[in-house]
């Protein structure tokens, strides 16, 4: 009932910055959180950034003063400001999204992911 498009994910240098978008359509009016976990290579996947529908926010240590997500509720998106990008960031990042149903149900739906890479 939820889809999420992921888009902004590519190649750059250390230091440098990307933002990372996810739009979410179907049954947008029911979701709570969205956010991003990342799976680096060799590594488990691991939370990122998570952002509930009045706007408070949870950043992992490992990102914390350089990541900051952000989100539109009227327009059903999420975005992730990477900014001084270290090559310890590279991973595929996936968008998701939590929903409750009537009968009190948590859903979680996921984007397709989209590749961070940070070269030295």
């Known amino acids: 009932q939820v889809q999420l498009v992921e888009s902004g994910g590519g190649l750059v240098q250390a230091g440098g910055s990307l933002r990372l978008s996810c739009a979410a359509s179907g049954s947008t009016g029911s979701i709570n959180a969205m956010g991003w976990y990342r799976q680096a290579p060799g590594k488990e996947r691991e939370l990122v950034a998570r952002?509930?529908?009045?706007?408070?926010?949870d950043v992992a240590d490992s990102v914390q003063g350089r990541f900051t997500i952000s989100r539109d509720n009227a327009k059903n998106t999420v975005w992730l400001q990477m900014n001084s990008l270290k090559p310890e960031d590279t991973a595929v990042y996936y968008c998701?999204?939590?929903?409750?149903?009537?009968?009190?149900?948590?859903?979680?739906?996921w984007g397709q992911g989209t590749q961070v890479t940070v070269s030295s």
């Open positions: 998701y999204a939590t929903r409750t149903s009537y009968s009190n149900t948590v859903y979680k739906y």
């Open positions: 952002i509930n529908s009045g706007g408070s926010t």
